[in-house]
């Protein structure tokens, strides 16, 4: 019993749960987070969830106060809380804990929880999963290289960022594809773990609990291959067909992929807030962070996503459903342009020595460049 799972709920309120568990040392561990709507003007609740791995999926709750956007509050915070609480509803309505049952049945799980009272209800989570196919299906206006090019060149730049993908799996972070799922437990023991150990070989300060300094810190780990609950993305077009197209061969049957999302759309409707960290509600934030020790960002025009969703493709969905909006299209091209597709961008210099500045990348350029069959004319 791990992953994530998502609900909501529309009774007297509305808001959302979100319940993150790993199996660790013979038992299911974690966090269930509820966060009501804003109209609702109520906390957010964090519960820590401990269960074995045989059932009954039986445990005590104790219920933790957070922000209505995200962080835990402190002793002071959380008095004020509930004394406005009290007094708005003339007694405290959230109760110190929970008796709380989780029934799995398939991918889903049913959460039944009482108070000390004997007052309850249910809730039914659906599991974020990355091995379902993704639903989105390239757009009908751009189904060839040159109409993809032409769209490009006329967008506004920075409204839209871009990803490419040689196969269209759906989009989802580096930390949610492992079997790892507890994002508060990453934030607070591997980050720190790790700016610990590589905190003598960064030659430029960096303090964690500057968040702006955590997000540069996040970035670094993803620079160097550490799974984070980031997702890069370019402001650039081509330098997205560019990791679309690399090393895809003709006869390749999957089509290479270029993800766009609309993100000024998105940012006037969710306001482009700053990077925060978990626990916080179901979130998607776009994120310029400072470039601290990564010589490929300003050549890939890069940029990045933080999202505590697994399944960010889906949730995105869920979003454009419920503003009327459309957020997030795919570009789908064939493989069987990917050489001409590499040459324009070759003459464009989109490369991978440019993208990947170093030796390295001077010797794949070479080696594309010498051994590349000469399938166009000379």
């Known amino acids: 019993m791990q992953g994530q799972w998502l609900g909501e709920f529309n009774d007297e309120f509305s808001g959302t749960v979100r319940l993150e568990l790993e199996e660790r040392d013979g038992?299911?561990?974690?966090?269930?987070?509820v966060f009501y709507a804003q109209k609702d003007?109520?906390?957010?609740?964090?519960?820590?969830?401990?269960?074995g791995l045989v059932p009954p999926f039986e445990t005590e709750v104790t219920t933790t106060y957070l922000h209505s956007d995200g962080g835990i509050m402190t002793l002071e915070a959380r008095d004020s809380a509930e004394a406005s609480l009290a007094e708005r509803f003339g007694k405290?309505?959230?109760?110190?804990k929970l008796q709380v049952e989780l029934d799995f049945q398939g991918d889903d799980v049913v959460v039944r929880y009482t108070t000390i009272d004997g007052q309850g209800d249910v809730i039914t989570l659906i599991k974020s999963s990355l091995?379902?196919?993704?639903e989105l299906v390239g757009r009908a206006d751009l189904t060839t290289w040159a109409q993809f090019r032409e769209w490009a060149v006329d967008r506004r730049p920075r409204n839209f960022i871009f990803r490419g993908q040689k196969k269209p799996y759906k989009l989802s972070t580096t930390f949610h594809r492992t079997w790892r799922k507890n994002l508060q437990l990453w934030i607070l023991d591997d980050v720190r773990m790790l700016y610990s150990a590589m905190?003598?070989?960064?030659?430029?300060?960096l303090q964690l609990g500057n968040m702006e300094h955590n997000a540069a810190f996040w970035s670094l780990l993803q620079h160097h291959g550490y799974p984070t609950p980031l997702l890069d993305w370019t402001f650039s077009p081509f330098v997205a067909a560019y990791f679309a197209f690399a090393n895809v061969k003709p006869e390749d049957p999957a089509s290479p992929r270029i993800y766009i999302f609309d993100q000024a759309k998105w940012n006037e409707r969710y306001g482009k807030i700053g990077f925060t960290a978990d626990p916080s509600p179901p979130q998607l934030i776009v994120l310029e962070s400072q470039?601290?020790?990564n010589p490929r960002a300003a050549p890939q025009q890069a940029l990045a996503t933080v999202s505590n969703v697994a399944d960010i493709e889906s949730f995105i969905r869920a979003k454009e459903i419920q503003d009327g909006q459309e957020y997030l299209t795919t570009c789908e091209l064939p493989a069987t342009e990917a050489p001409r597709i590499l040459r324009e961008l070759e003459l464009m210099g989109i490369t991978y020595g440019s993208l990947f500045p170093g030796l390295d990348g001077?010797?794949?350029d070479l080696e594309n460049r010498l051994f590349r069959p000469q399938t166009l004319p000379a």
């Open 199 to 205: 905190s003598e070989q960064i030659s430029y300060p």
């Open 92 to 96: 405290l309505p959230i109760p110190a």
């Open 41 to 51: 003007n109520l906390p957010g609740l964090m519960f820590r969830v401990d269960i």
């Open 362 to 364: 001077i010797a794949r």
């Open 27 to 33: 038992r299911s561990v974690g966090n269930a987070y």
């Open 291 to 293: 470039r601290f020790g």
């Open 131 to 134: 091995e379902t196919p993704s």
